[in-house]
């Protein structure tokens, strides 16, 4: 299976912008459908936004506008851009793709995405 390193989180002051990656290893990232979810304190984990294989994206209709997906299939890396950070984006975020060669699918079903990186921690200050 792949594996996925996420990185790039940290504590940010409300206002301010981070940019997370994930890794891909062991396999190309071009096979994948890949997505970042997160998951806040006591709160379900929570589809951000997802990247076809080779163009496309989609976000979760509430994050549309200060989160930028983005992937470099020569780098095996997908990006997560984050502007205007809000205390409320505090969470785990997490890189997570699908089966090969899959289509990607909602981001309301993450059991679709088989494999997930361990989790980078985004924590927003007010």
């Known amino acids: 299976q792949v594996q996925l390193v996420e990185s790039g989180g940290g504590s940010v002051q409300a206002g301010g912008s981070l940019r997370l990656s994930c890794t891909a290893s062991r396999y190309e990232s071009n096979r994948y459908c890949m997505a970042w979810f997160r998951q806040a304190p006591g709160k379900e984990r929570e589809g951000v936004a997802y990247s076809k294989r080779y163009g496309g994206t989609k976000y979760a209709d509430s994050l549309k506008g200060r989160f930028i997906i983005s992937r470099d299939n020569g780098k095996n890396t997908l990006y997560l851009q984050i502007y205007s950070l809000k205390p409320e984006d505090t969470a785990v975020y997490y890189c997570?793709?699908?089966?090969?060669?899959?289509?990607?699918?909602?981001?309301?079903?993450?059991?679709?995405?088989?494999?997930w990186g361990q989790g980078t921690q985004v924590t927003v200050s007010s």
């Open positions: 997570a793709a699908m089966r090969p060669v899959e289509s990607c699918v909602p981001l309301s079903t993450p059991s679709r995405y088989i494999n």
